[in-house]
C-alpha cells in the first residue's frame, strides 16, 4: 500500500510562510481528523494567527522558557498572549528539550553534547522541523498532548512558521519513539 500526499516547499523561509504555513497544516489535520495542534511562537505572532485558524482544536502554543533573556521575564507580548487564550489555547514555558542542561555544560566546559548534535542533524532538514520534533516532546512532558497519537506540529525560522508536520510524539526521554509521518511544508533553502 502507499500514500501520495502534496508536500509544499518554499523558496525561503521566516514570518512570510506563516499563513500559508498554517492554512496548509489546518488542510491536513481536517483531512486527517487531526485535533492536537503544536505550534511554537515565543512572542505570540504565529500563536495568534494559528488560534484563530484552529478555534476548536486543542492548540497548544510553545512559548519558550521564562527566564531566556533575563530572569523571570518572558518574550510573550502580553496582547497577544490574551488573544490566544480567548481562542482557547493553551500556552506553556519550558526548557528546550534539544538545550538547556547541554547548553548549560557546553558554554562552562567546552565540549558539544549529544542534544546539540540531535538538533543540528534535524536542521538539516530545516530550523522549523527541528522545532517540530522538539515542542511536540515538551508538549507531551507537559501533559497536553499525548505520546503517541498524531499531532500536527508547526515550527519556524524565527518570528513565524514555515514547517509543519505530521508526526507521534514522544515524551523527550523517549525521543527515538517520535515518528515523523508527514512533511506539509518546509523551505527549500537554507
Known sequence: MSHTIESVYFDGKGKDY?????KLAKKRADELGIKDIIIASYTGYAGVLASEIFKGYNLVVSAGMMGFTEPNVHRMVDEN???MEANGAKIFYHLHAFGGLGRAVKQRFGPIQVDEIIANVLRLFS???KVCLEI???ACDAGLIKAGEPVIAIGGSGGGADSATVLLPSNTHRFFDTKVLEVICKPRVG
Open 127 to 129: 530550523q522549523g522541523v
Open 81 to 83: 498572549k490574551e488573544k
Open 136 to 138: 511536540s516532546c515538551m
Open 18 to 22: 506563516t499563513e500559508e504555513t498554517l
